[in-house]
């Protein structure tokens, strides 16, 4: 089965809210967290990234938190902007293994209303 | 910073063609990747490379894939003969970090060659 998921596939915020993109990871030994936005007809692009050994980690309108306890990963995006729209994957790295331990989600496509 | 460049953009052949995917990856990055993306199965890892070495190809879907980086500036993912099931986007993204631990660096990814295979 999948083992970075999100519980959305499709998340609708108004323009100026506040976004909140959830994954949840089965791996808790993962030490590595990547949050990635993917805009049509582009290749996925970074946004954040986030190591087992912290629990929050703050970007340019971006904070990425880190629950181990409940193996819950999430992307917050301040003052949503149209240029926000986009599809988001959040990818799990196991430890010990190479690029065949990253697993991508299967993304949650934001959506802004204006 | 050029970044991760693919080309070309779009790919439209006929099954049983040859066909071939190149990559110019960040200068610097010791580390390319190839991926494939589709709706039903999302991202999916191929092959990687450091250094030029191939060091996992066990996502090559079948002999009709290979892939090579004859040097650190350019590699190929060639598919022949190609497979109406082959169509998909197809993705190289290079990192100047990756390993066992948690230190790493992201995969930055190009904007992909959309392959359709009739």
């Known amino acids: 089965g999948e083992s970075v998921g999100l519980h959305l596939p499709t998340l609708s915020v108004q323009e100026g809210d506040n976004s909140i993109i959830n994954c949840a990871y089965s791996?808790?030994?993962?030490?590595?967290f990547i949050w990635y936005k993917q805009e049509s007809g582009k290749g996925p692009q970074f946004i954040i990234d986030?190591?087992?050994?912290?629990d929050k980690r703050q970007g340019q309108r971006v904070t990425v938190l880190l629950n181990k306890t409940v193996k819950h990963l999430s992307l917050q995006i301040a003052a949503t902007q149209p240029g926000d729209s986009a599809v988001y994957f959040c990818?799990?790295?196991?430890?010990?293994?190479?690029?065949?331990?990253?697993?991508f989600g299967k993304g949650t496509h934001l959506i802004i209303q204006p | 910073d050029a970044g991760v460049i693919q080309s070309p953009r779009h790919e439209v052949t006929e099954m049983g063609q040859e066909v071939t995917l190149r990559c110019k990856p960040i200068?610097?990055?010791?580390?390319l990747f190839w991926y494939r993306q589709t709706m039903m199965r999302g991202l999916e890892l191929l092959i990687y490379?450091?250094?030029?070495?191939?060091i996992d190809d066990s996502g090559m879907p079948e002999d009709r894939f290979s892939a090579k980086m004859p040097n650190a500036s350019f590699s190929t993912l060639k598919i022949q003969p190609s497979e109406p099931r082959d169509s998909a986007v197809y993705f190289c993204?290079?990192?100047?970090?990756w390993g066992q631990g948690p230190n790493n660096s992201p995969l930055h990814f190009g904007n992909g060659t959309r392959l359709t295979v009739t």
């Open positions: 993204a290079s990192s100047p970090l």
């Open positions: 791996n808790s030994a993962s030490d590595y």
């Open positions: 986030i190591r087992s050994n912290m």
């Open positions: 990818a799990e790295k196991r430890p010990g293994g190479g690029a065949d331990g990253l697993t």
């Open positions: 200068s610097g990055h010791d580390y």
């Open positions: 490379f450091n250094n030029n070495v191939p």
